[in-house]
């Protein structure tokens, strides 16, 4: 009777299940081979590191796992019985092809590890990243790093699409297909310049009028709009539409308008007056800046380095 394919397939599957129980692992494999070489196991033994006594009951489980005689012992010294020669020379192929595969990872390591993809959007890439990379370019000073920066959305298609080792977005919400992990906590603030008459206010300013005054803002996408739009409810139509932080606070610094701007973005300005820090009433705009990265696949090498400063 012909055995079928799908018989074929669950013999194959019971085989590979049961492989790594009936095949000696690569330790003992290597003992075996240094026995072989030496002709003693307590040679063997110290070359590898481990005890005599444990040498031995390491030979001892591996002819138990294979049903047969490996190694003479007597006091002249070990040697291998015929089947521990046959054996051996197995071995010797098995620990070479581990050895090359061994290499092959490394490489693998090596060429990950020579390069670093940053994407992050515009208040982190301008006022935190540049610390964190000077951090790490000490700690792997031959890996290349490159940072993409844009809004948010930007952070989350280079990531997708594979343009990214690692993001940072400021968002309310982390974007689809992202997995996250909050690095930081920052807040918005609306500032202006202290021509404005929003500088000279006794009252804090109150939601509504800030929600229905037209300000410099970034562009749609962005982390910053995202997280001042959910608060607000709704916008009026921007003031000026800008695409970076600096090109917002240098707007505002001009007289053009108020503005909405990170705390990190602004504390060189607020301390030298060039912009005034306007209260607002009843409204929180605290957000969390977080790492992310493509589901299910956690930062490795240089991206798990740089995620981990960002924690110190």
Known sequence: MSETGDDRAGSRSVSARTLTHRV???????????????????GAARELGITQPAASSRVRSMERQLG???????????????????VTDWARRIVEAAEAFDAGAQALRDRRDSRLRV?????????????????????????????????????????????????????????????????????????????????????????????????????KGSGTRQVLDTALGGLARPLIELSSTTAVKAAAVSGAGPAVLSELAVGEELAMRRLIRVPVHGIALARDLRAVWPTGHRPTGPARDLLALTRG
């Open 24 to 42: 000696p692992d690569l330790g003992a494999l290597e003992l075996l081979l240094a026995v072989a070489r030496l002709g003693s196991l307590g």
């Open 68 to 86: 047969v005689a490996l190694v003479d012992r007597s006091p002249r010294g070990s040697r291998l019985t015929d089947a521990g020669a046959l």
């Open 119 to 219: 994407a992050a959007s515009m208040t982190i890439a301008e006022y935190l990243l540049p610390g964190w990379l000077l951090v790490l370019r000490s700690q792997r000073p031959d890996t290349a790093v490159s940072l993409l920066a844009g809004n948010s959305a930007s952070v989350a298609e280079r990531l997708l699409s594979d343009e990214a080792d690692v993001g940072f977005v400021e968002g309310v919400t982390v974007p689809p297909g992202l997995d996250s992990a909050v690095i930081a906590h920052d807040r918005l603030i609306v500032v202006t310049a202290p021509t404005h008459a929003w500088a000279r206010r006794r009252r804090p300013l109150a939601t509504e009028e800030l929600a229905t005054t037209p300000l410099i803002l970034r562009e």
